[in-house]
């Protein structure tokens, strides 16, 4: 029994490390991609390729001054940051890397995942409403509306993948789509649904997948050239820092779940490159994405709030849920 | 926007954007007034940088007052000199060698593509895209070195004196002139994939803040302002100064009066600049660069004379009152970007604070130029 409990600790442990690290090593592999997007050189001062950037970083913002600003409310301030950190990294609990690295399984993992996603936006509306600040204010009444606008896109596309794979277990999702590329989700030709919609619901989650973790061109909560740094205008030090964090946290959880939900998780493209292990592919799909992200943040520019909605509930909406009444009828046939 | 919504006078709030915000590019400052995302009402408030080169003109010697002019409007800073020096040639009956006039119709602009290429930079970034700015500036960054190479600066030039020109340029010059232009013109291509078609950048400003003419006239806007709300006034074609009337351009004139047209007002014209650039070049003629015969005491007789010229803003308009002395009685500097600004508060009302922002993008203000 204290065997166990022993694995699950230090299997958190490592869920958490490997969330942090990520989550600073994302910021510096963000700004080399955005400076060789602009044709400029990027960090490259401190350690090789300006490896020793993000270390250096936070060691700064741990040395600064939390400053609380007058009339602000202490222990929801206080309480925001750590809140957008904190879902972020137990997510990581139950993703499963490859057939046996997973800190936690549990038969409902997709819905644990969505359970805490939730509760980020819950951070930045804390944070907006407790800095006592007008831009602040404004920027989670937005991210609010937002959060509830991609979430149902998100959720009924999720659900059309559940219903295919009979389970919420996330290793159960992955194992059903072992094969090759055609087994994957998002082309299910040789799957169990050959669901010929499904490429239309990846390109719908990955949508909502920048919306939720508030990236360009959604990034409407911090709109820097509007509110100033939105929600957290008054935050400095590691306040800012851990909302820094949370947010690069939340785009490694997003992608977690887009390769487990559409590319296959750890499993190879093709049969013969079984002999790879699983945590290869499942790392290289998720950087893969990630790298999208970041391309898509330096390419384009930002919606509006109403162009943002209009997307979701107009065009969004209607398509996944005409996808899971698609999907429920093919079920039903084969 | 589009949508009419009641506005209850009893649950606004105050938003100050500004003196220092991101999207005022300076310290301009906007009160707003708002409900919710909306504008209710909004009201500019100018000041902040205020240095009083009016005062200043009358206090100096005109040669003394001749750096002032470039430090009105950082970006576009040639174009204020040309006007200055146009005026007091003219109130004191100076010639101008042709080759002086010729360089001069170079230099103003190469510095207006430069400021037509940071303003697209800063306005797409307004709009949310960084990238667009580095790319913007880089090219802005060949110009910069041209013009340092011969003026001397990078930013506030000091580059033409009463009758012509403090340096001559060189055959590096204009072999660099040569080669930045079809570079240009490829960047522009560039940035008409990367930015103009782009649906999300469409999608933000096409039928946003509209301006009529009336609107334009009623505060006497010019520039990509006006021209974007189907105005033909250019002060190089209308009231032609300098060699202008010598080169063959076109002036950009769009009617769908919205953000989306002031933008392509500007492009077009970096295309148009480019053209008159190549001309300059094409036509330079050999000779001096400063009349022999010129007024050692800069003295015009008493009098009253006006100039206006065409810079990267508008229309730059400036006045002398002469008493015959060696510093004017009055000097009025009639800056372009004060008129597109106090468009701002009248139009803006209804809109929201995003649509509003990327509005006042789109009418390139300088605020050290607002406030003198």
Same mark, same amino acid.
């Given at each position: 029994?204290?065997?166990?409990?022993?694995?699950?600790?230090?299997?958190?442990?490592?869920? /958490?490390?490997?969330?942090?690290?990520?989550?600073?090593?994302?910021? @510096?592999?963000?700004?080399?991609?955005?400076?060789?997007?602009?044709?400029?050189?990027?960090?490259?001062?401190?350690?090789?390729?300006?490896?020793?950037?993000?270390?250096?970083?936070?060691?700064?913002?741990?040395?600064?001054?939390?400053?609380?600003?007058?009339?602000?409310?202490?222990?929801?301030?206080?309480?925001?940051?750590?809140?957008?950190?904190?879902?972020?990294?137990?997510?990581?609990?139950?993703?499963?890397?490859?057939?046996?690295?997973?800190?936690?399984?549990?038969?409902?993992?997709?819905?644990?995942?969505?359970?805490?996603?939730?509760?980020?936006?819950?951070?930045?509306?804390?944070?907006? @409403?407790?800095?006592?600040?007008?831009?602040?204010?404004?920027?989670?009444?937005?991210?609010?509306?937002?959060?509830?606008?991609?979430?149902?896109?998100?959720?009924?596309?999720?659900?059309?993948?559940?219903?295919?794979?009979?389970?919420?277990? +996330?290793?159960?999702?992955?194992?059903?789509?072992?094969?090759?590329?055609?087994? @994957?989700?998002?082309?299910?030709?040789?799957?169990?649904?050959?669901?010929?919609?499904?490429?239309?619901?990846?390109?719908?989650?990955?949508?909502?997948?920048?919306?939720?973790?508030?990236?360009?061109?959604?990034?409407?909560?911090?709109?820097?050239?509007?509110?100033?740094?939105? &929600?957290?205008?008054?935050?400095?030090?590691?306040?800012?820092?851990?909302? &820094?964090?949370?947010?690069?946290?939340?785009?490694?959880?997003?992608?977690?779940?887009?390769?487990?939900?559409?590319?296959?998780?750890?499993?190879?493209?093709?049969?013969?490159?079984?002999?790879?292990?699983?945590? &290869?592919?499942? +790392?290289?799909?998720?950087?893969?994405? /990630?790298?999208?992200?970041? @391309?898509?943040?330096?390419?384009?520019?930002?919606?509006?709030?109403?162009?943002?909605?209009?997307?979701?509930?107009?065009? +969004?909406?209607?398509?996944?849920?005409?996808?899971? +009444?698609?999907?429920?009828?093919?079920?039903?046939?084969? | 926007?589009?949508?009419?919504?009641?506005?209850?006078?009893?649950?606004?709030?105050?938003?100050?954007?500004?003196?220092?915000?991101?999207?005022?590019?300076?310290?301009?400052?906007?009160?707003?007034?708002?409900?919710?995302?909306?504008?209710?009402?909004?009201?500019?408030?100018?000041?902040?940088? =205020?240095?009083?080169?009016?005062?200043?003109?009358?206090?100096?010697?005109?040669?003394?007052?001749?750096?002032?002019?470039?430090?009105?409007?950082?970006?576009?800073? #040639?174009?204020?000199?040309?006007? =200055?020096?146009?005026?007091?040639?003219?109130?004191?009956?100076?010639?101008?060698?042709?080759?002086?006039?010729?360089?001069?119709?170079?230099?103003?602009?190469?510095?207006?593509?430069?400021?037509?290429?940071?303003?697209?930079?800063?306005?797409?970034?307004?709009?949310?895209?960084?990238?667009?700015?580095?790319?913007?500036?880089?090219?802005?960054?060949?110009?910069?070195?041209?013009?340092?190479?011969?003026?001397?600066?990078?930013?506030?030039?000091?580059?033409?004196?009463?009758?012509?020109?403090?340096?001559?340029?060189?055959?590096?010059?204009?072999?660099?002139?040569?080669?930045?232009?079809?570079?240009?013109?490829?960047? #522009?291509?560039?940035? =008409?994939?990367?930015?103009?078609?782009?649906?999300?950048?469409?999608?933000?400003?096409?039928?946003?803040?509209?301006?009529?003419?009336?609107?334009?006239?009623?505060?006497?806007?010019?520039?990509?302002?006006?021209?974007?709300?189907?105005?033909?006034?250019?002060?190089?074609?209308?009231?032609?100064?300098?060699?202008?009337?010598?080169?063959?351009?076109?002036?950009?004139?769009?009617?769908?009066?919205?953000? #989306?047209?002031?933008?392509?007002?500007?492009?077009? !014209?970096?295309?148009?600049?480019?053209?008159?650039?190549?001309?300059? #070049?094409?036509?330079?003629?050999?000779?001096?660069?400063?009349?022999?015969?010129?007024?050692?005491?800069?003295?015009?007789?008493?009098?009253?004379?006006?100039?206006?010229?065409?810079?990267?803003?508008?229309?730059?308009?400036?006045?002398?009152?002469?008493?015959?002395?060696?510093?004017?009685?009055?000097?009025?500097?009639?800056?372009?970007?004060?008129?597109?600004? =106090?468009?701002?508060?009248?139009?803006?009302?209804?809109?929201?604070?995003?649509?509003?922002?990327?509005?006042?993008?789109?009418?390139?203000?300088?605020?050290? !130029?607002?406030?003198?």
């Amino acid at each position: 029994m204290s065997l166990t409990l022993l694995n699950v600790i230090v299997a958190v442990v490592i869920a /958490i490390a490997f969330a942090a690290l990520n989550a600073a090593y994302l910021v @510096w592999a963000e700004r080399r991609g955005a400076a060789r997007i602009q044709r400029r050189p990027g960090p490259n001062i401190n350690g090789p390729f300006g490896l020793l950037q993000p270390p250096l970083d936070g060691i700064k913002l741990m040395a600064k001054q939390l400053t609380i600003p007058g009339g602000a409310d202490k222990v929801l301030f206080i309480a925001a940051p750590v809140l957008a950190m904190f879902p972020a990294i137990m997510s990581f609990v139950t993703i499963p890397f490859s057939e046996s690295i997973v800190a936690k399984n549990m038969n409902v993992g997709v819905l644990m995942i969505f359970a805490f996603a939730s509760t980020g936006s819950m951070a930045l509306v804390f944070a907006g @409403w407790s800095s006592r600040n007008k831009y602040a204010m404004m920027s989670s009444v937005r991210a609010v509306s937002q959060a509830v606008a991609y979430e149902i896109p998100m959720l009924i596309t999720t659900i059309t993948v559940v219903m295919i794979a009979g389970s919420t277990d +996330l290793m159960e999702i992955v194992r059903q789509q072992s094969g090759s590329i055609l087994h @994957w989700n998002i082309f299910p030709v040789l799957g169990n649904s050959h669901n010929l919609l499904m490429p239309m619901s990846f390109l719908i989650f990955f949508t909502c997948t920048l919306a939720e973790t508030n990236r360009a061109p959604f990034d409407l909560g911090e709109a820097e050239s509007e509110l100033v740094a939105g &929600f957290h205008t008054e935050y400095g030090s590691m306040g800012f820092g851990l909302f &820094f964090m949370g947010e690069y946290a939340n785009i490694v959880i997003g992608s977690c779940m887009t390769t487990i939900l559409f590319l296959g998780g750890w499993n190879a493209p093709l049969p013969f490159l079984g002999f790879i292990p699983g945590i &290869f592919w499942f +790392l290289l799909k998720l950087y893969l994405l /990630i790298a999208t992200f970041i @391309w898509i943040r330096w390419t384009f520019p930002r919606t509006t709030i109403y162009g943002l909605l209009n997307l979701s509930w107009k065009i +969004l909406i209607p398509l996944s849920l005409f996808n899971l +009444l698609f999907t429920a009828g093919l079920i039903k046939v084969f | 926007m589009n949508s009419p919504i009641k506005l209850q006078p009893d649950e606004t709030f105050i938003l100050n954007v500004g003196p220092q915000h991101p999207a005022t590019h300076g310290v301009l400052r906007v009160k707003m007034e708002m409900n919710g995302e909306y504008i209710v009402n909004a009201e500019t408030v100018i000041g902040y940088i =205020h240095r009083m080169h009016e005062k200043m003109g009358e206090v100096k010697t005109y040669p003394q007052f001749l750096m002032n002019l470039s430090r009105m409007d950082y970006l576009g800073a #040639l174009g204020y000199s040309h006007g =200055h020096v146009l005026l007091i040639e003219k109130a004191s009956g100076i010639e101008v060698p042709e080759r002086a006039e010729y360089i001069r119709a170079i230099m103003v602009e190469l510095n207006r593509v430069a400021s037509h290429l940071f303003w697209f930079g800063a306005f797409v970034m307004d709009l949310g895209g960084f990238s667009p700015l580095m790319y913007a500036l880089q090219d802005r960054e060949y110009i910069l070195d041209m013009l340092e190479a011969v003026t001397g600066s990078r930013l506030t030039y000091c580059y033409f004196r009463f009758g012509g020109l403090y340096n001559d340029i060189d055959d590096d010059f204009i072999s660099a002139a040569r080669r930045f232009i079809p570079r240009m013109r490829k960047s #522009l291509k560039k940035y =008409h994939k990367l930015v103009t078609g782009n649906i999300i950048f469409h999608k933000r400003l096409e039928g946003i803040a509209p301006l009529s003419q009336e609107m334009c006239r009623k505060y006497g806007a010019s520039s990509a302002v006006a021209r974007g709300s189907g105005i033909n006034f250019d002060v190089r074609k209308n009231e032609p100064y300098s060699v202008y009337p010598e080169f063959d351009f076109d002036i950009p004139v769009f009617h769908e009066c919205d953000s #989306l047209a002031r933008y392509k007002v500007r492009m077009e !014209e970096i295309e148009q600049s480019l053209r008159i650039i190549e001309q300059g #070049l094409d036509k330079l003629p050999d000779g001096p660069i400063m009349p022999e015969k010129k007024p050692k005491l800069i003295k015009p007789p008493p009098g009253d004379y006006y100039q206006a010229v065409e810079t990267a803003r508008g229309s730059f308009g400036i006045r002398l009152v002469s008493d015959g002395g060696k510093t004017p009685y009055r000097l009025k500097l009639r800056s372009p970007t004060y008129s597109n600004m =106090h468009l701002f508060d009248e139009s803006c009302r209804g809109m929201m604070i995003m649509d509003a922002l990327a509005f006042m993008g789109s009418l390139d203000l300088v605020i050290p !130029e607002i406030d003198r």
